[in-house]
């Protein structure tokens, strides 16, 4: 064969075995592996949330840099192992007077969406820029399409309150809360929205002081389920699942709900939210991130299964697992 030929051969199987690559679905969580989008990139959505939209997935998450914050970032699927980059879904801004001026930290990222309004809404943990985590502020965008642009709205915090690690939870009657740590993460506070989920109302109410932080919660049977972690940084630490049949408490203490492997440190990880399997009954998949610190965007993610086995509720290691586990 010349030369030239065998090169061009080899440059063909190089071509071939890339697009290969490229088509190859995913067809099981690898929990804690690299995980890459359709695009061939690595995911960039982290302490984020996904909801189910037109029978396709979105999942929001913190764009991160090494250390810095660029945004929140959106993925689309179709079996929520395949995710299509969608871009930035709300941009930081260049005005350097705005709240959300560039350099400043956008965390846990939620969207939710208002049947009434017909609008996708979107919370998140501010921190202003410059400020490290001191402003300790909730902030709100909204948009007409899914995956945005999101169009920024207002940021505060709840009734005067200090508000870091949050979530959003919309329960079966519509009505959506956000759940947040505040006073320095000492107390886990609970506080209800405004119909049109832009504000927050005046129902504001202490949860309980255990200094906790990264709620992510469900609703199973007529109960509602919380997860948090303890607060040391990026460090992990020993989740707690409590239980409660009001949203405003009192929240029982169950456990550490994690099993197996590295349990005590609910896997390196630490909770970001949770999703109820669209059109399954009773089925929870906990999704956590496993932070690098030292370079915050090659974090991991966690997604497992839910157990729940005679009302008891936990959280087992598993290296890989397809949603079939949801089929017994
Ligand atoms: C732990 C929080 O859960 C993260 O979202 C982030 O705010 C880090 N702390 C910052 O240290």
């Known amino acids: ?12 199987f190089f071509a071939i075995g890339n697009q290969l690559m490229a088509q190859t679905k995913l067809v099981s969580f690898k929990v804690g592996q690299l995980w890459y989008d359709t695009n061939d990139d690595l995911i960039n959505a982290h302490g984020g949330s996904i909801i189910y939209y037109k029978h396709t997935y979105y999942w929001f998450g913190e764009k991160r840099g090494d250390a810095d914050s660029h ?72 948009s007409d399409h899914i995956t945005g642009p999101y169009k920024y709205v207002r ?21 959506a809360y956000e759940i947040y740590s505040s006073r320095e993460n000492y107390d886990m506070r609970i506080v209800a929205l405004t119909e049109d989920y832009l504000n927050v109302t005046p129902k504001d109410s202490l949860l309980f002081s255990q200094h906790r932080e990264a709620p992510a919660v469900f609703k199973y049977k007529y109960q509602y389920y919380l997860i948090t972690s303890a607060c040391t940084g990026w460090a992990p630490n020993e989740a707690e699942l409590r239980v409660a049949d009001n ?25 970001a939210f ?41 959280i087992p290691w598993r290296d890989e697992w397809s949603l079939s586990y949801f089929n017994k």
Not at 89 to 94: G, Q, V
Not at 155 to 174: A, H, K, L, Q
Not at 247 to 269: A, C, D, R
Request: proline share 7%; with cysteine; hydrophobic share 35%.
């Open 1 to 12: 064969m010349k030369k030239g030929n065998f090169y061009l051969l080899l440059l063909l």
């Open 71 to 142: 945004g929140v970032s959106v993925y689309a699927s179709k079996d929520l192992y395949n995710w299509e980059p969608k871009g930035l879904a709300f941009t930081p801004s260049k005005n350097t007077a705005s709240p959300i001026a560039e350099g400043c930290i956008m965390e846990r990222p939620k969207v939710i969406y208002n049947k009434k309004t017909k609008k996708f809404v979107l919370w998140f943990h501010l921190e202003l820029r410059g400020k490290g985590y001191r402003a300790a502020e909730v902030g709100v965008a909204e």
């Open 155 to 175: 940021s505060f915090r709840p009734n005067g309150n200090m508000s870091r690690d949050m979530t959003i939870f919309v329960d079966d009657n519509g009505k």
């Open 247 to 271: 949203l405003y408490g009192p929240w029982k203490v169950v456990g550490n709900p994690m099993e197996g492997g590295k349990s005590k440190t609910t896997f390196n990880g630490q909770p």
């Open 274 to 314: 949770i999703l109820p399997v669209p059109n399954k009954k009773n089925c929870f998949i906990y999704v956590g991130d496993k932070w690098n610190p030292q370079n915050l965007k090659d974090s991991r993610y966690q997604f497992l299964p839910i157990e729940i086995t005679d009302g008891n509720i936990s």
